[in-house]
């Protein structure tokens, strides 16, 4: 149980074009989403929280404009890098939790490359 | 703001050799947990620490929780290649919107 996909592994864009990533839940329902950056040998940066139904709740210095999260199900998010860049060009990982609970289980991440 | 302090940063042990990484965090939190990430990889979640004073064990690794609810750590004994990887200490608030406060990650590299 708990296994959230991720799509695409990977994904090579020009500068200035539009990316999205989606996040399932393939075997729970999750109510909570997470979405997180993560650079070279560094932790897990927490980007924004996503609840089903409702507008996603986005970290200090993440612009909710070029970063749209979209919690349509309860399986599903998607985050969408508007007008990329180089340096948006990172790890994007995704996690999901079982409702009520804190334990996160995690996508196997999204490698974006900006050109 | 609230931070979990881990360390160390990077850890080099022989094969058979123990390791274990630090969590120190600013506040009390509800619980404490641990995830693991292999080289290239994402993290995996090991384990959740929720009493005070706590301690589980799981095979060659064991997972405390502080009286105070404000550290933790994790040990492995007599490292295999397997263990491999980065270690990432994630601790909840109260009141929090089920959002994790990460440690940075211990690195453990096994030495040929």
């Known amino acids: 149980g708990a296994v959230v996909s991720q799509h695409p592994s990977w994904v090579i864009c020009k500068s200035g074009t539009s990316v999205k990533i989606e996040c399932r839940s393939l075997d729970f329902q999750a109510t909570t989403m997470f979405w997180y950056r993560q650079f070279p040998k560094q932790s897990l940066m927490l980007m924004a929280t996503s609840n089903e139904g409702s507008k996603a709740t986005y970290e200090q210095g993440v612009e909710k404009d070029k970063f749209l999260i979209n919690h349509a199900s309860l399986t599903l998010s998607t985050l969408t890098v508007t007008s990329a860049h180089p340096e948006d060009s990172s790890f994007y990982i995704c996690?999901?939790?079982?409702?009520?609970?804190?334990?996160?289980?995690f996508g196997p991440g999204t490698r974006l490359t900006v050109l | 703001g609230q931070q979990v302090m881990q360390i160390p940063q990077y850890q080099h042990v022989q094969e058979g050799e123990d390791f274990t990484t630090y969590c120190n965090s600013s506040t009390t939190l509800s619980n404490i947990q641990w995830y693991k990430q292999r080289p290239g990889g994402h993290p995996v979640f090991l384990i959740q620490?929720?009493?005070s004073g706590e301690v589980k064990k799981q095979k060659r690794l064991t997972f405390q929780f502080g009286e105070a609810k404000k550290n933790s750590s994790l040990h492995i004994t007599a490292t295999q290649t397997t263990d491999v990887g980065t270690y990432f200490c994630?601790?909840?608030?109260?009141?929090?919107?089920?959002?994790?406060?990460w440690g940075a990650g211990t690195k453990l590299i096994i030495k040929p």
């Open positions: 620490l929720v009493k």
């Open positions: 994630a601790g909840l608030l109260p009141d929090s919107n089920y959002q994790l406060i």
């Open positions: 996690s999901a939790s079982y409702p009520g609970r804190s334990e996160q289980f």
